[in-house]
């Protein structure tokens, strides 16, 4: 079990890693905690990539709860790359993902 600033570490890293690959879109899995009352890490990580936004540095981020076709945002995404259809999450309002835009 990461600590939040290990898990935020391991965020940045692999978004960067994700840039420098050249893919635009990435399926973050940070849980919903163990407790299943929220958890730190869920929370940290939807504020950094928030900040993120915020700097210009990622696109879009779409936290699980929104992560369904009726969602403008996801809805604008799905349609840009129709591949999402297939996601598993898609629809399920899972609060342990977070779909980001690069």
């Known amino acids: 079990?990461?600590?939040?600033?290990?898990?935020?570490?391991?965020?940045?890293?692999?978004?960067?890693r994700a840039r420098q690959t050249g893919c635009g879109v990435v399926k973050l899995v940070h849980g919903y905690g163990s407790t299943g009352a929220g958890g730190?890490?869920?929370?940290?990580?939807?504020?950094?990539?928030?900040?993120?936004?915020?700097?210009?540095e990622i696109r879009a981020c779409i936290f699980g709860e929104s992560w369904a076709k009726s969602d403008e945002q996801a809805w604008a995404l799905i349609k840009a790359r129709p591949e999402l259809k297939q996601d598993t999450d898609l629809?399920?309002?899972n609060l342990g993902i977070t779909i980001v835009v690069l």
């Open 1 to 16: 079990m990461p600590t939040v600033a290990q898990a935020l570490q391991h965020l940045d890293r692999e978004l960067a």
């Open 40 to 56: 730190e890490i869920r929370i940290a990580a939807q504020r950094r990539l928030m900040e993120m936004k915020g700097r210009g």
């Open 91 to 93: 629809g399920k309002r």
